[in-house]
């Protein structure tokens, strides 16, 4: 009944229209009465123990590094970059997309912010050389999801505070799978845009490439950095958040020099918006998470599981199906912050890995936000391609089947994940 009682009111309120992280609160609120143990003063403490994390300290920087990037000039210089390796390619467009968003994966973390800053340069270019305008929306969209999977990833930043997971550790294993995602996409791009008849860039000289290398070099080099430096220990994930906003702020200011002083307050508010919002949803989860376990709504949940734990395929078919249906109606961050404190008991019986089912489990919300009807990226997406979200989902099909095809792959081959997160680790 306990299980009723809170999926019931935080579908009800949602459906009302409440956003998330007040509708999470009054899910709880409504454990609360059922179990009879309603304290206020409980509510306060898990709201502020929930955002009260070193770990978690990491978000704001990487959403400030994210935002410096943009103002700063890093990020035009990887679309350019992109164009001179592959733009004259038939379908090149759609190939410097893929990288682009691969590189962007590795600076900002978060798959609305690749997608937007990704879409407002290249759709126009795509529909200007005669691009299906639903299809390169749709692979823009598509793209965006690879930055959650690539370090640094905010929705594993999440996910391991919420299961106690080590954050390096889902960072190094996520870096195959993400480029599985950019291979994946660039194969069904190939596929989909082999009869059409659209302009290429001229072939770029050397010399010309050679300059376009040189001028990305700084924005290169970050992803260089956060990776060596969790993967030598030469600092935590939070630490590097810090690196990177600075690393940031310094290539904008004093070496590309078109991050001016006077834009530092506006990027500052930008961060800070985007940080309020996701922080609160933290710590309005944790408010619940502390209630689901009060109720044992895990051990309800393990016992109808329970046939399926002697099985792990068949349980993370299962569970990667509910994620799936999830995905669907809910955002990235609270989907994460509702399940994880709810499937990570059945995952430790079950002894599968945790790093490894925090990789699938990303990815699979990430699937999820190409999902209508909420699929914030798909929102975005038709926001800034300027079309409407039915012929978004025209062109963005082909790209979600691959994606999930993949993720059937990697439940399938776990040392897809594992073996290459022991090269990474040493271990």
């Keep these: 009944m306990a299980l009723v009682v809170f999926i019931g009111s935080l579908l009800g309120v949602m459906a009302l229209g409440m956003p998330i992280a007040f509708a999470l609160l009054v899910s709880g609120v409504a454990l609360m009465f059922y179990l009879n143990i309603f304290d206020t003063q409980i509510i ?15 978000i704001p920087f990487f959403m400030l590094a994210g935002e410096l990037m943009n103002a700063g000039g890093i990020s035009k210089r990887i679309i350019r970059f992109a164009m001179a390796l592959v733009g004259h390619i038939r379908g090149g467009l759609g190939y410097v997309a893929i990288i682009a968003s691969v590189l962007f994966a590795g600076l900002s973390g978060s798959a609305v912010a690749d997608t937007a800053a990704l879409g407002a340069i290249l759709i126009p270019m795509m529909v200007k050389a005669g ?16 930055a959650p999977i690539i370090p640094p990833s905010i929705p594993m930043i999440i996910f391991g505070v919420t299961s106690g997971v080590s954050i390096t550790k889902l960072f190094m294993a996520g870096i195959v799978p993400g480029i599985l995602l950019g291979i994946s996409l660039a194969v069904c791009w190939w596929w989909v845009t082999r009869r059409d008849q659209v302009d290429v860039l001229p072939r770029q000289s050397a010399k010309d490439i050679w300059r376009a290398t040189r001028e990305a070099f700084w924005a290169l080099l970050l992803p260089v950095i956060i990776v060596g430096g969790l993967r030598g220990g030469v600092f935590t994930p939070t630490e590097a ?12 200011l004093c070496i590309y020099r078109e991050l001016k002083v006077k834009d530092l307050f506006h990027v500052l508010v930008a961060a800070a918006k985007t940080t309020s919002v996701v922080m609160f949803l933290v710590a309005a989860a944790m ?6 376990t009060v109720a044992n709504i895990p051990a309800i949940v ?14 993370l078919l299962a569970i990667n199906a509910l994620v799936l249906l999830v995905g669907t109606a809910m955002d990235l961050t609270p989907t994460v912050l509702i399940l994880t404190p709810v499937l990570m008991p059945i995952i430790q019986k079950a002894g599968i890995d945790p790093v490894y089912f925090g990789v699938l489990f990303i990815l699979n919300n990430c699937i999820g936000l190409l999902t209508p009807p909420v699929g914030t990226v798909l929102n975005v997406a038709c926001g800034v391609g300027k079309i409407s979200m039915e012929d ?4 963005v099909w082909p790209f979600l089947l691959v994606e999930t095809l993949l993720l059937l792959l990697l439940i399938f081959f776990p040392s897809l994940v594992t073996v290459p997160l022991g090269w990474f680790t040493g271990s």
């Design 302 to 315: 393990t016992d109808v599981l329970a046939p399926l734990i002697d099985h792990p395929l068949a349980l």
């Design 392 to 395: 978004i989902m025209k062109g």
């Design 241 to 252: 958040a810090v690196v990177a906003a600075f690393y940031a702020l310094i290539v904008g």
């Design 131 to 146: 691009y299906n305008r639903n299809r390169s929306a749709g692979l823009i969209a598509a793209g965006g999801i690879i």
């Design 44 to 58: 306060a403490q898990n709201l502020i123990s929930g955002a009260d994390s070193f770990p978690l300290m990491a």
């Design 287 to 292: 408010v619940s998470a502390w209630l689901i």
